[in-house]
């Protein structure tokens, strides 16, 4: 069955350092892989995605991920954080399984950025 | 680009009235889906459609129901309300497996 796991509710960085939002996923068959953003007060909308090929994949606004197979990892990382990037982050992970395709979202990480 | 509209941004209701949230895109997707968003939780499928007039629970139905008479639109239906579903509504629409679109969610109030 399907999961996802995000490591940390809540991550908070200053103006300018690293992002680092964690994700690691199972499933019994190649999933696809999706980084979503949730700004305040709107719905969900697309950062990047991995389907297939390569593993490195760069998304909007200056962020990638990379599809680590043997670590059941798909990271998302931005090398300067912006004021504008604070939101909530969702993992999500779809596959096929008995019930057909399926789509499930990790808990969610709010990142702060401190000026 | 594709637009994800719903019904109300902001709701509220009493305990036991019935409670319709409607959901319609313009991308002629398939795929439209029901997510409840709950702090800490992330968000939970409670019913997908992958054509007209087709149906499937996700993981939380109960107290749910839903309807999908023409392609574009998919409504939620809560039978009758209670504070337990005070939550966070989002639809979203996708072709195939691929990404899914989202709506700017209906925040319902259950007193």
């Known amino acids: 069955a399907q999961s996802v796991t995000q490591l940390g509710s809540h991550v908070s960085v200053s103006e300018g350092a690293l992002v680092l939002l964690r994700c690691n996923y199972s499933?019994?068959?190649?999933?696809?892989l999706f980084w979503y953003v949730q700004y305040p007060n709107q719905g969900l909308q697309l950062l990047l995605k991995?389907?297939?090929?390569?593993?490195l994949v760069k998304g909007i606004n200056g962020f990638e991920a990379e599809f680590k197979k043997s670590e059941t990892s798909f990271h998302l990382t931005k090398p300067s954080a912006h004021m504008s990037d604070a939101a909530e982050y969702f993992c999500?992970?779809?596959?096929f399984g008995t019930g057909g395709f399926k789509t499930i979202f990790g808990a969610g990480t709010r990142l702060f950025v401190k000026a | 680009d594709v637009k994800v509209t719903q019904s109300s941004r902001y709701l509220v209701k009493r305990t036991g009235e019935k409670v319709f949230l409607e959901c319609v895109q313009d991308?002629?997707?398939?795929?439209m889906f029901w997510y409840r968003q709950d702090p800490g939780l992330g968000l939970r499928l409670i019913y997908f459609?992958?054509?007209?007039?087709?149906?499937e629970k996700g993981d939380i139905p109960e107290g749910y129901s839903v309807s999908r008479e023409k392609k574009e639109r998919f409504s939620l239906i809560l039978e009758s309300a209670s504070t337990n579903q005070t939550s966070m509504y989002l639809c979203?629409?996708?072709?195939?497996?691929?990404?899914?679109?989202f709506g700017p969610g209906t925040r319902l109030l259950v007193l």
């Open positions: 991308m002629d997707h398939e795929n």
């Open positions: 979203a629409t996708s072709a195939f497996v691929e990404t899914q679109y």
């Open positions: 999500a992970v779809s596959d």
């Open positions: 991995y389907t297939t090929g390569a593993t």
């Open positions: 459609s992958y054509d007209v007039k087709m149906k």
């Open positions: 499933s019994s068959v190649p999933p696809y």
